[in-house]
């Protein structure tokens, strides 16, 4: 599996060894993070109850990195790129995106977490099932939904 | 020679099967014949498809032992 996967939730325990690890790098002065949940929606009268993430693992691996080169030679007092998403079924309110940057400064940090995550969105391949109350499911994509043909 | 093909997000349910393998084919025009054949309700999807993990817009020559995935559109973050 990817460094960059975990399998079904992210856990706050992750969450918080990471922040205590970002602690070593003592030229930084800030982290932000950001943490995506799954959102119980209301999707045709059918509420979510979990999103099912898959994933091109290989190519998961190849573009993160790729995000964290864009990052850090865009924003150079960003001294570190953490990016963990889900794979399997991840229920609603349980987090499935965690993403923290440190940097030197906090303006850095600020929109080097929000670059991050736009560049997450557009380019990790990874796709969501969302899996209703009633057990019936449907593939999304970011910015628009696909519905399978009957 | 023997290829990988795999099939992401909803396609993975058009084709029945996440994985599968085509013998002797040259390459990706080729390869896209095969597949309507198999699976015309492909024709409804739009997808990128990338060749080793590269995406790739143009026909390329494929070899024994290359992985082409088919890729709807991404839905991570």
Redesign the interface.
């Known amino acids: 599996m990817s460094d960059y996967l975990v399998k079904g939730r992210v856990e706050a325990r992750l969450i918080s060894e990471k922040i205590e690890e970002a602690g070593r790098l003592t030229n930084c002065g800030g982290h932000d993070i950001f943490l995506g949940q799954v959102r119980d929606d209301m999707v045709e009268g059918r509420k979510v109850t979990a999103i099912e993430y898959s994933a091109y693992e290989p190519m998961v691996t190849k573009e993160a990195d790729r995000i964290r080169g864009t990052i850090q030679a865009e924003f150079p007092g960003v001294g570190s790129v953490i990016i963990v998403h889900s794979e399997g079924v991840v229920r609603a309110g349980e987090i499935s995106l965690f993403v923290m940057i440190s940097a030197g400064h906090r303006v850095q940090a600020i929109e080097a977490c929000r670059k991050t995550v736009e560049l997450i969105k557009e380019g990790l391949p990874v796709w969501k099932k969302e899996i209703f109350s009633d057990s019936s499911h449907r593939w999304t994509a970011n910015g628009a939904s696909d519905k399978l043909l009957p | 020679m023997t290829i990988t093909v795999?099939f992401?997000?909803?396609l993975?349910?058009?084709a029945g099967t996440g994985t599968k393998f085509y013998n002797d084919v040259g390459s990706l025009d080729e390869l896209s014949l095969r597949i309507a054949d198999d699976y015309p309700?492909m024709v409804?999807?739009s997808y990128r498809i990338?060749v080793n993990?590269e995406i790739t817009g143009e026909n390329a020559v494929l070899k024994d032992g290359d992985e082409v995935?088919f890729?709807?559109?991404?839905?991570?973050?």
Request: a negative charge; aromatic letters at 16%.
């Open positions: 795999l992401f997000g909803a993975s349910e058009v309700l409804h999807y990338s993990n995935a890729l709807p559109p991404f839905a991570g973050g």
